[in-house]
């Protein structure tokens, strides 16, 4: 949508030490699909009620990610099959802020997605022992991932 940036001017900013105060690591994730023409008017009457992230005056931001899966595909399934208390396993690299982490996601049969995360050095294709145990920890069973 090329009107975007314009757009979300009208927001008033919030900036990375605002947000250490938004509890987004156990949070509810309600999401909605409509025509992209819609898009001017549901952000106008958001405006009162949410901020956007500014980053060294950034108001977008883009992000890398690489999601790792079992041999099964057992994520990937569960999430295709509305399968409640599923996990996810990434990298992301926010690119704005120059931070990546490793980072679990479940999300549990009351619709709550919680997120535990460890932050690395950079995305890879292989998981180190260390972030291995730590997947292991968190998901409670062991088990081989490839991206």
Do not use: W
Not at 11 to 17: A, E, G, Q, V, Y
Not at 62 to 79: A, I, P, Q, V
Request: hydrophobic letters at 35%; charged letters at 30%.
């Amino acid at each position: 949508m090329s009107n975007l940036p314009q757009i979300i001017t009208d927001f008033s900013p919030i900036s990375l030490d605002e947000m250490d105060d938004v509890k987004l690591m156990s949070r509810t994730d309600t999401k909605f699909a409509f025509k992209a023409n819609k898009m001017p008017l549901l952000l106008q009457k958001l405006l009162p009620f949410y901020r956007v992230l500014a980053i060294d005056g950034k108001l977008i931001h883009d992000y890398k990610s690489l999601y790792y899966d079992t041999d099964d595909r057992k994520f990937y399934l569960d999430h295709h099959n509305g399968r409640v208390n599923r996990n996810k396993i990434r990298f992301r690299e926010y690119v704005g802020s120059k931070l990546t982490f490793l980072e679990i996601k479940l999300k549990n049969n009351k619709g709550k997605t919680i997120k535990k995360r460890m932050k690395v050095d950079a995305i890879s294709s292989e998981l180190s022992d260390k972030q291995q145990n730590y997947i292991e920890k968190i998901i409670g069973e062991p088990m081989a991932y490839k991206c």
